[in-house]
């Protein structure tokens, strides 16, 4: 009875062995088409920002007039009119290495401020929707969340409160026009997001 435990034992350690080595290669690959890739991106030179898909912010679309002496109706009034003054670009789901090998190594610092824009920008809708919400203003908050999902934005929350408001108008069969949006979005929320649409439709 030893000598097939023993062949067996010997079997499983050559397999762990080889498999293992297998993982190794791979890893050590990895790292070496990464380093690779961001030798190659951080020697990319400055190229023109002109084409970059901005987003504009339709402040007369927020209903910035309402709650003028809500503190937090306030804070976000002030972020939106701050950022209506500088660049938003959605980059959600992109490397700093490839967009510095498709805008350049020189534009990162520039590349990466507009997509912190855009997600200042995304948090503050959703705060705002959120604070109309509570105040009676439904329609407005709705019109608030239609705009997040237009530019794709991946808070979960934004999707959640607007099938709420969809369900509660009695036109729940506007949820579906969420899914390609939800659907398109580069985001690890993606999946969460689609799930929040099916669960609102049940």
Known sequence: MKFPLFASFL???VWFTI??????RKEEDMKRAFWEKERRANNTR????????YIEIPLERLS???LPEDPKAMDCKEIFRSLSEDKIVNFTGITNTDLKLQYGAPNIDL????DQNFTVLVR??????SCLYENGYAKEACEVLEYA??????????????CRIYRENKTPEKIQALYPAAESLNSILKNAIVRILQEAES
Do not use: E, G, H
Not at 19 to 24: D, H, K, P, V
């Open 46 to 53: 400055r190229k023109p920002l002109d084409n970059l898909p």
């Open 11 to 13: 079997i499983f350690t």
């Open 111 to 114: 590349l990466t401020r507009y």
């Open 124 to 129: 503050t809708l959703q705060k705002w929707a």
């Open 149 to 162: 999902v237009s530019i794709r934005s991946d808070v979960s929350a934004s999707y959640k409160l607007l």
């Open 19 to 24: 498999n293992l080595a297998r993982t190794n």
């Open 64 to 66: 910035m007039q309402l």
